[in-house]
Nanobody, 121 residues
């Protein structure tokens, strides 16, 4: 059974950094497409960063140059390094996995429970 567990969220001030982790179990992350998504209150879920099978990355325009997606296949963990955080980055952050779909559309099959990121000005 595929299971995704996010951690690393918290509250920071503008300009701060956080590193989110997504521990995967029940499958090998190297054989799935994976990505990070976020959802702010009253807004639709949006793609933040995605990793495809060939390790190509895709980022939302709003986070390019500030966020970096990475993975540790040995530990079956996906990461999202977030630097220069802004109040508009405040949201619940989710990792997701799928065997077929990749990219920034929130259509993946498997989802974690999310971790909250709050950025204060």
């Amino acid at each position: 059974q595929v299971r995704l567990v996010e951690s690393g969220g918290g509250s920071v001030q503008t300009g701060g950094s956080l590193r989110l982790s997504c521990a995967a179990s029940g499958y090998t992350i190297s054989s799935y497409y994976m990505g990070w998504f976020r959802q702010a209150p009253g807004k639709e879920r949006e793609g933040v960063a995605a990793f495809d099978f060939y390790s190509r990355t895709s980022y939302a325009e709003s986070v390019k140059g500030r966020f970096t997606i990475s993975k540790d296949n040995a530990n079956n963990t996906l990461y999202l390094q977030m630097n220069s955080l802004k109040p508009e980055d405040t949201a619940m952050y989710y990792c997701a996995a799928d065997r077929v779909l990749w990219g920034l559309l929130p259509k993946y099959k498997y989802w974690g429970q999310g971790t909250q990121v709050t950025v204060s000005s």
